[in-house]
């Protein structure tokens, strides 16, 4: 599990999070959430994730709040 923060959520369920061992943004969908709702996450939330690749490039799987 990596750590980070919620960066930008945008109103089409999907946003990014800064992660804090790279300075590359990682995208995530509404879909992956656990245990919170789109709606719930803010910008500034501290959240765990795994990384997967999707066709598009790398994105966070299985993302908590923290």
């Given at each position: ?33 656990q245990?919170?709702?789109f709606?719930e996450?803010?910008e500034g ?7 997967g690749e999707?066709?598009?490039g790398p994105n966070?799987l299985n993302?908590?709040?923290?």
């Open positions: 599990m990596q750590e980070g923060i919620v960066a930008k959520k945008t109103d089409k369920g999907f946003g990014f999070i800064k992660r804090n061992d790279s300075d590359k943004d990682l995208f995530f969908h509404s879909n992956e959430l245990n919170v709702s709606d996450l803010q939330d501290k959240v765990s994730f795994e990384v999707s066709p598009k966070a993302v908590n709040k923290i």
